[in-house]
């Protein structure tokens, strides 16, 4: 590939008359060292074009050493291809490997940034049409082949028609018009930092991809000369979101005491606290992964999550897809010890209700795998009855969720070291450290007073 090399040194010399040439009138132009020149038949051509090149210069273009042109015209012979066609594209290549979770946040994130590069044209769409048809069919490789409504089609016509080239997102002003889209959600209130910063990944990788395909006069990602401040993210557990030891028997003892649905789910909700399991992980735990002996800590073996996407974005239409563990390679797996009454728990579960045909621990009614919304709702009737009015109104335990945090924080300040605490909890030790500050700081406060105890011991002066 030849390297783009742009320049402001132009100079553009007055026209030079050859009257024994076909074409007699020459002009003649200078890019950084590289000397450039064209010929014409007519003064008036030589004038035009003259003319064009100093126009550009004024306006402050840069030119191609190499080819003389401006970066307009490079840009115009490089094709019209649209930020609309070129993401449909994208889809279309990332769709076959791609996880169900994943093509959905692809769609989210394009659906949001779109609407940002398209033309003032009359007859757009309104907002929710336009994140209909985008979200629902432009984005969801599943659905090409089928026939949209109307309105949508409408829509959807509309967009190709006026969306802009790729190519003018070389301009910082239309890259900071897309991070803008980003902050914000459509009812123009701000936009989670997390989910900004995912949309913000999937915008440089589409341009990534814009750039390998040379729509660009510069093979340089055009985010990455843009500045552009991304919205705060707070990454760390609030300590006040942690139950302790005590808290969390009392909400298990009410998830058990919620009926049949409840005493189904209470060893659900303790492999999260326990073994410090997320949810998808919990929901595909077969009696397979699982070493529970009669005496002393067992072991469950993970493998996999079962992820909840959405009938339209897996490969055969169910509501979840199977995945490989979290960061984790396709075939790896993730050992967590036990402790002994948690094993006993898990024995009685197995005895009392068995297993799915697959081998799963947990299920709906009908077999089924565990809905969010289901044992959501279990929990949330578990929290009024086992805390007090202000704990029940505060952070505390407030998402299922929030005992995986209560478990891996329960680790550290017991005092296992962070390196295996992040081992066990499937993280990097840089996440945990991250994600636990907070956590970790009160574990500080404690082994000071450890050492201050232990120097006292020894009459060290403190």
Known sequence: MRRTVLTYDVRVYSIETRKDRPKPYRLHWLVGDRKHSKSYTLRAQADGRRSELMTAARKGEQFDRDTGLPVSELRAQRGSVTWYQHTRAYIDRK???????????????????????????????????????????????????????????????????NSLPVSELEEAKT????????????????????????????????????????????PVNPITTVKWTPPKSVEEVDPDSVANPRQVRAL?????????????????????????????????????????????????TLRKGAVRAGRGWTNDGSAHEARHLKARAEKDSRPVPIPPHFVRQLRQHVAV??????????????????????????????????????????????????????????????????????????????????????????????????????????????
């Open 353 to 462: 209700h068995g297993t799915a045909s697959d081998g799963r621990l947990f299920r709906t009614n009908r077999g089924g795998l565990l809905q969010e919304t289901g044992y959501g709702e279990v929990w949330a009737a578990a929290r009024q009855s086992a805390l007090t009015e202000p704990e029940a109104a505060s952070l505390l335990a407030r998402r299922p969720y929030d005992l995986r945090h209560a478990g891996v924080s329960f680790w550290l300040s017991s005092g296992v070291d962070p390196m295996e605490c992040a081992r066990r909890a499937g993280h990097s030790v840089a996440v945990l450290l991250r994600v636990y500050a907070k956590v970790l700081a009160r574990t500080q406060e404690r082994a000071n007073k450890r050492i201050e105890e232990a120097m006292r011991d020894w009459n060290e002066p403190e």
């Open 95 to 161: 769709w076959a490997a791609a996880p169900a979770k994943s093509r959905k946040n692809y769609a989210d994130a394009l659906a949001t940034i779109t609407p940002a590069l398209l033309k003032p044209a009359k007859g757009r769409p309104d907002a929710a049409l336009l994140r209909a048809a985008l979200y629902g069919w432009a984005y969801n490789r599943n659905r090409w082949e089928l026939t949209p409504p109307e309105e949508i089609a409408a829509a959807l016509a509309w967009v190709e028609k």
């Open 252 to 300: 298990l003892r009410a998830v058990r005491e919620h009926g049949p649905r409840g005493a189904h789910l209470e060893a659900f909700f303790g492999c999260l606290y326990y073994a410090s399991m997320r949810p998808a992980e919990a929901t595909a735990l077969t009696l397979a992964q699982c070493h529970l002996p009669e005496s002393g800590w067992g072991t469950l």
């Open 175 to 218: 890259v900071r018009s897309a991070l803008d889209a980003l902050g914000l959600k459509l009812d123009g209130t701000p936009a989670a930092p997390r989910t900004a910063r995912r949309k913000r990944a999937c915008l440089s990788e589409v341009l990534g991809l814009a750039v390998e395909e040379k729509y660009f006069t510069v």
